[in-house]
């Protein structure tokens, strides 16, 4: 079964600093892995996703993140935060057998301080 | 010009009731999906549908029926309501084209339930 492991449920961050929100995924089998983000009161947008191509990926909004088979990992950066990005990040991963099902992380609410 | 709509936006309801929720979509695509989003939790998938006749049952389907009425329509209904089905209910679509990128998502912009 796939998985998918956000670490930090909160982080904090002030205007102008690096943004890292992490994520690690478990599959059998090479996953496609995206970041969704959910501002107040809204649905969910995607951010990015991997889908086998390049290993650095670049989204909407600053935003980029890499595929790390070694590690499982897909962490979400931004190199200067930005008020307009609080909200809450989820990451999602899916497989080639899942019939394009989601498997989504707990989230990750991000705080940005002036 | 939302692709994804939702309604009710808000319900409030009592324990016992039967609830609809209704999703409809413009996008074209032929796969649908229903998820609950609760504190802490993320988003489980509650139903999905990959045509009119074809429904599967998600990792939470307990509680929960679904009805596809047409290619643009997918409805999830709580046959007698519980309070600990309060949440974020969110209806989302994805294409087919036999590539990556069917396991992108599209998301409405969810309906916000209480049950008392």
Same mark, same amino acid.
Request: with cysteine.
């Given at each position: !079964?796939?998985?998918?492991?956000?670490?930090?449920?909160?982080? $904090?961050?002030?205007?102008?600093?690096?943004?890292?929100?992490? +994520?690690?995924?478990?599959?059998?089998?090479?996953?496609?892995?995206f970041w969704y983000v959910?501002?107040?009161?809204? *649905?969910?947008?995607?951010?990015?996703?991997?889908? #086998?191509?390049?290993?650095?990926?670049?989204?909407?909004?600053?935003?980029?993140?890499?595929?790390?088979?070694?590690?499982?990992?897909?962490?979400?950066?931004?190199?200067? !935060?930005?008020?307009?990005?609080?909200?809450?990040?989820?990451?999602?991963?899916?497989k080639e057998t899942s019939?394009?099902?989601?498997?989504?992380?707990? *989230?990750?609410?991000?705080?940005?301080?002036? | 010009? !939302?692709?994804?709509?939702?309604?009710?936006?808000?319900?409030?309801?009592?324990?016992?009731?039967?609830?609809?929720?209704? +999703?409809?979509?413009?996008?074209?695509?032929?796969?649908?999906?229903?998820?609950?989003?609760?504190?802490?939790?993320?988003?489980?998938?509650?139903?999905?549908?990959?045509?009119?006749?074809?429904?599967?049952?998600?990792?939470?389907?307990?509680?929960?029926?679904?009805?596809?009425?047409?290619?643009?329509?997918? #409805?999830?209904?709580?046959? #007698? %309501?519980?309070?600990?089905?309060?949440?974020?209910?969110?209806? %989302?679509? $994805?294409?087919?084209?036999?590539?990556? $990128?069917?396991h992108e998502q599209f998301?409405?912009?969810?309906?916000?339930?209480?049950?008392?």
């Amino acid at each position: !079964a796939q998985s998918v492991t956000q670490l930090g449920s909160h982080v $904090s961050v002030s205007e102008g600093a690096l943004v890292l929100l992490r +994520c690690n995924y478990s599959s059998s089998v090479p996953p496609y892995l995206f970041w969704y983000v959910q501002y107040p009161n809204q *649905g969910l947008q995607l951010l990015l996703k991997y889908t #086998s191509a390049a290993t650095l990926v670049k989204g909407i909004n600053g935003f980029e993140a890499e595929f790390k088979k070694s590690e499982t990992s897909f962490h979400l950066t931004k190199p200067s !935060a930005h008020m307009s990005d609080a909200a809450e990040y989820f990451c999602a991963v899916s497989k080639e057998t899942s019939g394009s099902r989601l498997t989504f992380g707990e *989230g990750t609410q991000l705080t940005v301080n002036p | 010009d !939302a692709d994804v709509t939702q309604t009710p936006r808000n319900r409030i309801t009592k324990t016992g009731k039967r609830i609809m929720l209704e +999703c409809s979509q413009t996008k074209g695509h032929d796969r649908m999906y229903w998820y609950r989003q609760d504190p802490g939790l993320g988003l489980r998938l509650i139903y999905y549908s990959f045509d009119v006749k074809d429904i599967n049952k998600g990792e939470i389907s307990d509680g929960y029926s679904v009805s596809r009425q047409a290619q643009a329509k997918f #409805s999830l209904s709580l046959e #007698s %309501a519980i309070p600990n089905q309060t949440a974020l209910y969110f209806c %989302a679509t $994805s294409d087919f084209t036999g590539t990556g $990128s069917d396991h992108e998502q599209f998301f409405g912009p969810g309906t916000r339930l209480t049950v008392l």
